[in-house]
Every structure is written in C-alpha cells, then in structure tokens.
C-alpha cells in the first residue's frame, strides 16, 4: 500500500537537471553542458526516509507554450500525470531568465517547489540570492542546492515531500496582465468553468492564457474536447485580440511575455538578489568570449582546436593501438600452434579474432578521441561552435541547433548517427529537423573512424592527421550540400531564427570527463562484443562455406606433391623439419619451394573463397562496382558494412587473412592491403569516400524510421548509397587517370 510519491525535475536547459537526477537516482545520466542533450523524460527510483520516491527527468525548456518538442513533453507529462510534486530546477546565476518558466508553472497551477541550483556559480559572480525573500514572494519553498557536489539536496527532498503531502488541489497563481487581458482571463475562465472544459487536465486559468496565447496545442485539444465551447472561445478570444491589436498593436501573447517579465523584475528588485561587484563588469566567460567567438579569430581558433584534438587523439593514441594489436596478434599465433587445423581453428582466427580483434584494437583511439570530445563539451566550448557555425548552416538551410547533432553523429569524428538522428528532436522547424536529420550519417562516425584510419594509415602513412582532418572537412561539406539540396527540393521551406544561448565556460570535472569518456567507450565495446561478433561470424561462415569440393582440394594437393618432387629430397626435407622445430634460417632452394606451396596454397583459399556464398554475391557485384575500383572481396566488406560500419574492417580482415594463409607473414591488414594488387591510392580514395557516404548502417536506418517515417529511412539508404556511388566512381576514373 505504500504508493511511491512522484516527482518531476523541470527547468531550464542546462540548469543541472539532469546533474540534480543522476545524484539522486544514483543513475549515470548523460550531463550536458548545452541545451538539448535530454530530450525524452527519464525515471528513476530512490529512497529517503524509507520512502518509495519516482523521479522524472524532463527534457529542458525555457517556456510552456508549445513550440517545440521539449514544451509539449514537458506539459503533456505533467497534465496527463500529475506528479505530487514538480521540482522547478532554477539556475541563480541566472535567475531573471530561469523565473520566467517558473511563472508559467505557477500559472498552471502544479503543486511547486524550487531547486535553487548553482548557487556556487552564482557566488563567484558575487550573486547572493536571498531565497527566503524570494519564497516568500513567490508563495512557493525554495531550498538552495549545489546539484554538482549534492549539497542541499536531501533538505530539498524534505521539502518536496511536505509539498508532495499537502492535498492541495492545483492552483493557478495569478500574475496581472494588466486590465484588459485580466478581465478577458475572467471572463473565459467562467465559460470554461461553466462547462468543465478540459478541467481534467487544465486549471481554467491556464486553458484561459493559453487561448490568448493562440497556443496551437491547446486550441487542437479544445477542438477535439468540445467542439461548440472551442468556437465560443475562439471567437472570444478573437474580438479581444483584435481590440488589443488596434488600441495597443501588438498581439496578446506579447503583452502576456511582458508582463511575466514584469512579474519577475519586481519580483527581484524587492531585494531577492545582491551584486557584490559593480553589475557591469564582464564576467569571465563573456571575456573569453570576446575572443573565442569573435567574427575573424573564432573560426580560427576553432580549427585549431578541432586539429588539436586530432593531433592529441593520433599521436597520444599510438601506443597503446599498437600494444592492443600485438595481443591480438599473439593470441592469433597462439591459438593457431595450439588448436589442430579445421574449422573451428578457421572460424576462431578468421571469425572471432580477425574480426573483433580489429575493432578492439582501435578501443585506446577511441578513448583518446572522446576524452577530448568530453573536454570540449563539459568546458562550455562545444556551444560556442554551434554558435559560431549557425551562421554557415543557415546558409544551406539549416540552424545552429543543427550542430549538435551534427557534432553527435561524429563531426569532430567518433561520435554515433543514432544519438545524433536522435538530438535533431530539439530543432523547432519540422523542415529543417528533417533536413538535419538525414544528413547526420554523413558524418564520420565511431565505426567509421577505425576505417578511416586503417585505409590512411596504410595508404598516406606520412600526414595522417591532416588526410583525418580532410576528410572530416569533407563529410561537413558534403552534408552541408546534400542538406541545401534537400532544403531547396523535397524539404522547400522557410527558415527560424537561432535562439541557443551560451552557457558559462565552466572548467570540467576529472570524474565527469571520466564517465563520458567510458560510457562512450564502453558503447563501442559492447557493439563490438555483441552485435559485430555475431556479424563477424556470420560473414566467416558465408565466406566458407559451401568450400571446395573433394576433388577440387585433391587437384591443389596433387600440385603440391607435384612441385614438391621437382626438388631434391634434402630440401624437401630441411622445409618440413624447419616447420616443425620454427627453425628460420633456410637455403635459398628451400625458400623457393616454400614461396611455391604457399603460391598454391593461396590460390587454393582464393579459390574457396570466390567459390562461397558472399563470394558469389560479392562477384555478382564486380563489373558495376569495378566502376569505382572494387574487386569482389571488398564488396563483401561494403555489404557487411550495412550491418554496422565497424565490419567492414573485421571483414576486410577476415577476406584478406583467408586469401593470404602465409603463417610466418605477420603484417598486419592495412600492409597486406598495400600489397594487394587490387589496392592502390586512388582505390583507397575511392573506397573512404563510398565507406564515409553510402547507406547509414541498419541501426541508424532503423532510428530515422523511428523519427520520421519508413518512407524518409528507404529514402536514406537510397539517397547516401547513390549518392556515394557516384561520388566514388568519379574519384576512381579521375584519379586513375594520373596514375
Ligand atoms: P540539464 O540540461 O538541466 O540537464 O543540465 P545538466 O545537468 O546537464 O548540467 C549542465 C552543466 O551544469 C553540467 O556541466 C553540470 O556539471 C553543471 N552543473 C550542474 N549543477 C551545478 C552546480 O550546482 N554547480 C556547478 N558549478 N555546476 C553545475
Ligand atoms: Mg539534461
């Protein structure tokens, strides 16, 4: 019988909403320092004083009208609900702004206490926020809290509970919008009182502000609700409107803003906030913005910055990717003298650990990569380039807000498209979310980096970091592009304004880099343990299987007796004892015989291999993807690639190391590549670019199903694979000309 009491965590983004959850729950909640990062509401369970507590992340908003995604979960959430008690997170170094949600709450009725956040902040800013005074204005608790450390926040609890406790029943708070709207206030109220319209959901006085605010969400349900009551008030609201627009010529909901803001300022100036130093002295963000967001310097330093984080991820990285390699290949050598010849053999070295191997291998890479990515975020500076980019997206059809998803997916390189598909919820516009949401996998994702790294590495070994740099530049620019060309034809439409603030630079917490750093890490792992490890194997068996037939294999046999007899006997058998005891050092015949077998041995696999299932899908492929430089075995990778970006390389792996079966050749896939005579520079180019573009992987695919529709997601895969098709093709015959 002891029903959990539920409460809900709401604010502004950024205000530590989330910071406030996760040291409540004890839950590891992404934290963000830009707005946008919660974008669906998430519980968590707790206990205090023995009891059952439900706590729901909302996602952040700085308004209640609904406009965007955010506004509508948020009050869908609490009317249909109804938790006991709604947490207001307020963030006191920034309280003017913060109030201005708060007033919507009270307006809405909802039983209400305030978290008063950052408070830390707010000091070294020399704020000091009287948060007596301000309850007492307020006529709501207000319990001053340092989310980050968790101070305050088991007496923030306590009260929340005694306002959990009060059966109050929802009480809108009334804010004066000076004469005119107050009256018209009253006399909609009536009429919605006199036919309980929609009061199951809403106080009247709220249903009320909402119809002045031509709220289009509001005005729907009312629609939907009553449609008789609807046109009464509709109409009511029109002839007031109307009124205002030529006595005042403004709108309602301007005047209803206004006063709100009104509201607060009083609300402050009766002594609720003391500045100890003089107010229009520059904080420290606001100076180092002068200079990281200035017109001409800003995008300078930030191509730095995006280059120093290559420069840091690739040569810090360089160690350990070798160490974790060398494990690999011990384990591979291990298991090879220690498992007799046959299949499982086959199916562990070629399956399990060419495959995950591979990817594994590149886990200290990726660690580097997003510890840099989470400096970046957690200091503030990751908004400052959404800032400073909005200006170049609005040019092809996008908005600020787009970066972030952008910059999810992997536009610093590393991050994840299903994430980023996901981020796009927070752009107001349906035209440009959409546009932004089907040109994220463009950009070079985790999976995809490996990739990139391996083909560069091995092919432009000498400028590593700058080939990563350019084809990073490369994925925005065609994103950008493919994103104009979607704004100017299937998604024609007019653009919004940005409206993303800059938090303050605040300097990262060790711990807090740490945990982004391994959440994101250990995503990668997980992909590669479970998803690619069943995909690895899968592919192995259809690079098997169905195998040679017995006479086939007695042919490769019968050859090798052959060209074994045509040497002497001593060095027939100086090659089989030096397999045997690992001897090195050979005679220049017996090396000649043993090139000689492992020629036939070669062909053998290469014979098995185009014999198998994913040999012939990938043979059937061969005379278009030719086109772009393609021989069979890498089209079994492209097509392994559509399961999820990381195989490619696992697969790659696993078709080179069948067709090359040479024990004492130890190098590693991106030499062998190099030695393939299928492989070359140009191939290589062509290959980054179909790898950086064609279809997003299935999961991603899935994902933009889930966002938009089956129609947009058929569209992507469509869309990216022509696209990138062509884009290799050129590449290809361009640059086959000059070589
Ligand atoms: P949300 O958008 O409301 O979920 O905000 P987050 O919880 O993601 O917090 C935004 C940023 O503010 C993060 O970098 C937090 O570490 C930081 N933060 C949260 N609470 C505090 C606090 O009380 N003091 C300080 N100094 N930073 C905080
Ligand atoms: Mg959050």
Known sequence: MNKATTMALAGNPNAGKTTLFNALTGARQHVGNYPGITVDHKEGYFKHDG??????????????????????????????????????????????????????FLEMGVPLIIALNMVDVAKDRGIEVRFQKLSELLGVSVVPIIARTGKGTDALIKEALKVADSDKQWDSHDISYGEELDEAVMDIMSIVEDRSFLQDEYHSRFTAIKYLEHDDQMLNKGQEFDATVAKKLEQTIGIIS?????????????????????????????????????????????????????????????????????QFTFSWSELPVALVENVFTWLGATIDQTLPDGMLKSMIISGVIDGVGGVLGFVPLIMFMFFGIAVLEDSGYLARVAFMMDRIFHFFGLHGSSVMPFIVSGGIAGGCAVPGVMATRTLRSPKERMATLLTVPFMNCGAKVPVLVLLIGAFFADHKALYMFLFTMLAWLVALVAAKFLRVTVLRGESTPFVMELPPYRFPTLQGLFIHTWERTWQYIKKAGTVILGISILLWALMTFPGLSDMEKAQFESLRTEISHSFPTEIQQELSQSIDSKEKKLSQRAIELKNKLSDIDKEESGQMLRNSIAGKIGRVFEPVSSYAGFDWKTNIAMLGGFAAKEVIISTLGTVYSMGDVDADDASSLGDRLVNDPGWNSVVAVSALIFIMFYAPCFVTVVCIAKEASWKWAGFSVAFNTLFAFFAAVSVFQIGSLFT
């Open 51 to 104: 009891r059952d507590i439900t706590l729901t992340d909302l996602p952040g908003t700085y308004s209640l009208t609904a406009y965007s995604v955010e506004e509508v979960v948020t009050r869908d959430f609490l009317t249909t609900r109804k938790p006991d008690v709604v947490i207001n997170i307020v963030d006191a170094s920034n309280l003017e702004r913060n109030l201005y949600l708060t007033t919507q």
């Open 242 to 310: 109307d009124h205002i627009q030529k006595t005042m010529d403004v709108y309602p909901e301007a005047i209803i803003a206004d006063h709100r803001y009104g509201f607060i300022k009083s609300i402050i100036r009766q002594g609720v906030m003391t500045h100890k130093f003089d107010t229009d002295r520059l904080y420290t963000s606001d100076k180092i913005d002068k200079v990281l967001t200035n017109r001409l310097l800003g995008p300078v330093v930030m191509l730095g910055i995006l280059f120093g984080l290559y």
